[in-house]
T-cell receptor, first 112, second 112 residues
Framework: TQLLEQSPQFLSIQEGENLTVYCNSS?????LQWYRQEPGEGPVLLVT?????EVKKLKRLTFQFGDARKDSSLHITAAQPGDTGLYLC????????????FGDGTTLTVKP | ETGVTQSPTHLIKTRGQQVTLRCSSQ?????VSWYQQALGQGPQFIFQ???????GRGNFPPRFSGLQFPNYSSELNVNALELDDSALYLC???????????FGSGTRLTVV
């Protein structure tokens, strides 16, 4: 069974700081997704990466897929309180993202 | 367009009982995946339905079963409930298996 390990588990920072969270596995994934989940809600897809070494940017968020497609990182620049939430990575062995394996997430708190 | 709707939002059941959870997929979506998310953990894949047929199953016992209807809405049934079945149950739908998935807000099941 492939495992996705996310670090750190918890992160609390001040508004305006930069941060990076990580998603690591010993397995190779065909695709990897990053989601953000708020309390009482389902995960919301932020990005899908499929090519080793791929970098995608979404406003202040930068996502990178490792060259070997075993790991990924999410970097947030100038964090804002609205970025607070649970960040989940999920990987699939094929392109069917509906059967993904999820990590346990990083809980991010951005203080004003 | 409407998103993914799950019902009920909260449910309390007694150990040994049976429960049915419902999911109305987003308009135009023919694929539904169900996930179980225990407190403090990432979602775990239960099974997927594609055009009314089961299309893959995670590591869950047979007392977890499902259905997808001609309008692509779906049900998750759990028999002989156990205390460990207490979790947030998430439904996610997609326009096709390899497309992006939209999650509902989930059903919070508590087994006492």
């Amino acid at each position: 069974t492939q495992l996705l390990e996310q670090s750190p588990q918890f992160l609390s920072i001040q508004e305006g700081e930069n941060l990076t969270v990580y998603c690591n596995s010993s397995s190779v994934f065909s695709s990897l997704q990053w989601y953000r989940q708020e309390p009482g809600e389902g995960p919301v897809l932020l990005v899908t990466v499929v090519t080793g070494g791929e970098v995608k940017k979404l406003k202040r968020l930068t996502f990178q897929f490792g060259d070997a497609r075993k790991d990924s990182s999410l970097h947030i620049t100038a964090a804002q309180p609205g970025d607070t939430g649970l960040y989940l990575c999920a990987g699939g062995l094929n392109t069917n993202a509906g059967k993904s394996t999820f990590g346990d997430g990083t809980t991010l708190t951005v203080k004003p | 367009e409407t998103g993914v709707t799950q019902s009920p939002t909260h449910l309390i059941k007694t150990r040994g009982q049976q429960v049915t959870l419902r999911c109305s997929s987003q308009s135009g979506h023919n694929t539904v995946s169900w996930y179980q998310q225990a407190l403090g953990q990432g979602p775990q894949f239960i099974f997927q339905y594609y055009r009314e047929e089961e299309n893959g199953r995670g590591n869950f016992p047979p007392r977890f079963s499902g259905l997808q209807f001609p309008n692509y809405s779906s049900e998750l049934n759990v028999n002989a409930l156990e205390l460990d079945d207490s979790a947030l149950y998430l439904c996610a739908s997609s326009a096709d298996r390899d497309y992006g998935y939209t999650f509902g807000s989930g059903t919070r099941l508590t087994v006492v």
